[in-house]
T-cell receptor, first 111, second 115 residues
Framework: KQEVTQIPAALSVPEGENLVLNCSFTDSAIYNLQWFRQDPGKGLTSLLLIQSSQREQTSGRLNASLDKSSGRSTLYIAASQPGDSATYLCAVKTGANNLFFGTGTRLTVIP | NAGVTQTPKFQVLKTGQSMTLQCAQDMNHEYMSWYRQDPGMGLRLIHYSVGAGITDQGEVPNGYNVSRSTTEDFPLRLLSAAPSQTSVYFC??????????????FGQGTRLTVV
């Protein structure tokens, strides 16, 4: 069974810092990996989708990388802002089209 | 374009009651699924469907039923609510098949409390 782990579970940084969130998965046979943002009491907002054949994707201040062979992905956030405070979830899609989620990293950006 | 719409947003049930959580999408996605989110557990798959008339069990299906009579709708039924089903429920949809660039879209969630 696919296991997805996110480290750290929580992270606090001062505004303006660059930061990296980590995601690892146990089975490298994935179709894609997706990073989501979740605000308290809200749904999931898709941030970046990396296909299994890709190495990275970028959107604005966000950059996600994928190393499928080692079962790792990172989400890099540049010049963090208080509005980036949220929980970040990574999920991998398997052959059955199902998503396996990590438990998330709760990010707090301090003004 | 509404995306994925879930109703209700909040619900309180008594133990033993039944109810249906509604999910609708307007993106013509073949694949739809239900997850529950519990503290410290992440999101876990309850049931999923790859198209109208086809459903299958996920990781935690016990106590839940689903059906898929149309492409747009995928309701989740709680047959006899139990306190262990207190959770936040999310519906998701995406294109399916062997397309690898299938981005998943999620509804806003239903917060269910069983007392």
């Amino acid at each position: 069974k696919q296991e997805v782990t996110q480290i750290p579970a929580a992270l606090s940084v001062p505004e303006g810092e660059n930061l990296v969130l980590n995601c690892s998965f146990t089975d490298s046979a994935i179709y894609n990996l997706q990073w989501f943002r979740q605000d308290p009491g809200k749904g999931l907002t898709s941030l970046l989708l990396i296909q299994s054949s890709q190495r990275e994707q970028t959107s604005g201040r966000l950059n996600a990388s994928l190393d499928k062979s080692s079962g790792r992905s990172t989400l890099y956030i540049a010049a963090s802002q208080p509005g980036d405070s949220a929980t970040y979830l990574c999920a991998v899609k398997t052959g059955a089209n199902n998503l396996f989620f990590g438990t998330g990293t709760r990010l707090t950006v301090i003004p | 374009n509404a995306g994925v719409t879930q109703t209700p947003k909040f619900q309180v049930l008594k133990t033993g009651q039944s109810m249906t959580l509604q999910c609708a999408q307007d993106m013509n996605h073949e694949y739809m699924s239900w997850y529950r989110q519990d503290p410290g557990m992440g999101l876990r798959l309850i049931h999923y469907s790859v198209g109208a008339g086809i459903t299958d069990q996920g990781e935690v299906p016990n106590g839940y039923n689903v059906s898929r009579s149309t492409t747009e709708d995928f309701p989740l039924r709680l047959l006899s609510a139990a306190p262990s089903q207190t959770s936040v429920y999310f519906c998701a949809s995406s294109y399916s098949g062997r397309v690898t660039s299938t981005e998943a879209f999620f509804g806003q969630g239903t917060r269910l409390t069983v007392v």
